[in-house]
Structures are given as structure tokens and as C-alpha cells.
């Protein structure tokens, strides 16, 4: 059972086909995200009103690669310096994460060319990934479909 698509077509496991085109592209990328390093995450946002797994990849690097810079056209001193005190307080104020470490040529492959899945390892990863972050600070492995949490007890 394969979980992806390549440049003609989709490959949808056959028990997620019940679920409607939004629901699938969410479960999908909820699932690629849990799967793959930082550099290739692609926030959740990007599932939304999407009609194919491609094009999940598509709008993200079109925001990435199309980030519009217009002519100012005139300053307003007092909202600058709003602007300038938020820039300055948002780091203590909000846990941000800034875009640099987007691996861009390895998206851009995966959008031209494809990514495939087999659909019960990544299920698994997304399980892993549940679990260790639920138990954040616990020793947790992984033995074939067995999720072992500080070997006291398993998950399957």
C-alpha cells in the first residue's frame, strides 16, 4: 500500500478513501510532517483548500520562492515605531521559528518528481512521533510494530 503521488497520479491507501479530499490532504501531510526532518516540513496551513497531494508541495514553494517586496509608498513615523518596539519585544513574546532552514532543492524534487510512502511505515512514524512527544523525557523504542515506553510497557 503506497501513500503519495509521482507526476501522474495519486497513490491513496485504500482505507482512507472514505475520507473527503480536505480530510485526506490533512491526514496526509500530518503524517509526511511526523516523517521527515525539520528541513521538509511544510506547516498544516497548506492542506486546506488543496485538491491534490501535489499541490500541497506546489503552494508551499510558490510562497516560499514568490515573496512579494512592493514600493513603500509613504512612511508613517508613529506605526514604524510600533513596528520597530513589536520587532523588538516579539521574540520574548512569541517562540518563533524563521524559514531558513527549508530545504528548498530537496521540496522542489519531490514536487516535480514525487514522494511515495509505504503506507504502514508511515503511520508507524506518525504513531512514534505521537507517543514521544506525549512522553517527552522517557526512554522510547521502537521494535518492529512495538512502541516500548521505558521498557515497562508496549503499544502496538
Avoid at 526532518?37 to 486546506?48: E, H, T, V
Avoid at 521540496?107 to 517527552?136: E, P
Wanted: glycine residues 4%; positive net charge.
Amino acid at each position: 500500500m503506497l501513500f503519495g503521488f509521482d507526476d501522474k497520479r495519486e497513490f491513496i491507501p485504500q482505507i482512507y478513501r472514505y475520507l473527503n479530499n480536505q480530510e485526506l490532504m490533512l491526514t496526509f501531510l500530518t503524517q509526511y510532517n511526523a516523517s521527515v526532518d525539520s528541513a521538509l516540513k511544510i506547516p498544516l496551513l497548506y492542506a486546506k483548500n488543496t485538491k491534490s497531494l501535489k499541490m500541497i508541495f506546489g503552494n508551499f514553494l510558490h510562497d516560499i520562492m514568490h515573496v512579494s517586496f512592493g514600493k513603500i509608498q509613504n512612511i508613517n513615523i508613529k506605526l514604524n515605531a510600533y513596528a520597530f518596539y513589536f520587532q523588538k519585544r516579539k521574540s520574548l513574546i512569541f517562540n518563533t521559528k524563521i524559514s531558513k532552514n527549508i530545504d528548498l532543492l530537496r521540496l522542489l524534487r519531490i514536487y516535480l518528481y514525487g514522494i511515495c510512502f509505504d503506507a504502514q511505515i508511515l503511520f508507524s512514524s506518525y504513531v512514534y512521533d505521537k507517543v514521544s512527544f506525549q512522553n517527552n523525557g522517557k526512554n522510547i523504542d521502537q521494535d518492529g510494530d512495538l512502541i516500548i515506553i521505558d521498557k515497562k510497557f508496549a503499544i502496538l
